[in-house]
């Protein structure tokens, strides 16, 4: 909660979940130190898998997120490519490098003159999916080829 844009990712996910029939139990960080604590709260829940939204702090505690999901046998999903190398059976994100490449464009023409208050924001529009069928299988899930097939697999 104390960064806006995890607030504004939670009501998107909220919005869509709930337009699939899918409920969601959510707990609130603060701090690096609440993380783990909230990981093993939500998993002593009984929900059925973890989705994490992407931001600053839970990106930086990943790890103890993903090592809580383990050891409660709950497929772990998130939002940020690289969390797939780091426990995710399933990542959905718009990557940082992609970002980084759109953000040098729109560099460049402003250092070309044109005034960045005449350029509309623009979100990264490819779209990156990153599966590791590793972390799906310890929890007995197998990703069909079919899905695979539309991304990039951990190695």
Do not use: W
């Not at 931001?55 to 103890?64: E, H, I, R, V």
């Not at 999916?129 to 590793?134: L, T």
């Amino acid at each position: 909660p104390s960064e806006i844009n995890s607030v504004f990712y939670k009501d998107h996910l909220l919005s869509v979940a709930q337009s699939m029939g899918i409920e969601v139990e959510i707990i609130g960080v603060s701090t690096s130190g609440e993380v783990a604590e909230a990981a093993l709260a939500l998993s002593s829940r009984g929900v059925q898998a973890i989705c994490q939204i992407s931001d600053n702090l839970t990106g930086a505690s990943f790890a103890s997120i993903a090592q809580v999901a383990r050891r409660a046998r709950l497929p772990l999903m998130g939002f940020a490519s690289g969390q797939a190398d780091n426990g995710a059976m399933l990542t959905v994100s718009r990557d940082f490098h992609d970002g980084g490449v759109a953000s040098a464009q729109l560099a460049v023409r402003v250092l070309n003159g044109e005034s960045p208050a005449t350029i509309p924001f623009q979100l990264v529009d490819k779209i990156r999916y990153r599966f590791n069928p590793a972390a799906a299988a310890s929890v007995a899930i197998t990703l069909p080829p079919r899905l695979l097939s539309k991304g990039d697999i951990v190695p």
